[in-house]
């Protein structure tokens, strides 16, 4: 058995998003996603086959939500339920450090 450690491997500088599979099987996929300023493309939106369970471990990030009139704010420990098919995009990521999340997609 080899233990990893979640804020391990992060590379010091990147221009982009950085996102990695941490373990799957059948249905499920768990995932590793580090931002730094980043955020979804203006007009575009996430809209998914699967359900995806996100929850933020440290740093800052803003949902908007389809439908919503209040953006949904994340700081380490909020974990949110976003059901299949259900338009989102990441507004805002913390500019001045980390943002990382673990996605379980399912």
């Not at 803003?62 to 507004?91: F, K």
Request: hydrophobic share 35%; proline share 7%; glycine share 10%.
């Amino acid at each position: 058995m080899m233990i990893s450690n979640i804020y391990s491997g992060i590379p010091a500088k990147r221009g982009t998003e950085l996102f990695e599979d941490i373990i799957g099987s059948g249905p499920f996929r768990l995932e590793r996603i580090v931002s730094m300023g980043h955020s979804t493309p203006e007009g575009c939106w996430y809209d998914q086959d699967k359900d995806e369970w996100v929850m933020l471990l440290k740093g800052g990030a803003r949902l908007m939500i389809e439908d919503e009139d209040e953006p949904v704010m994340l700081w380490p420990g909020d974990h949110l339920n976003i059901p299949a098919h259900t338009r989102h995009r990441v507004d805002w990521t913390d500019p001045h450090g980390e943002t990382v999340w673990l996605a379980l997609h399912y």
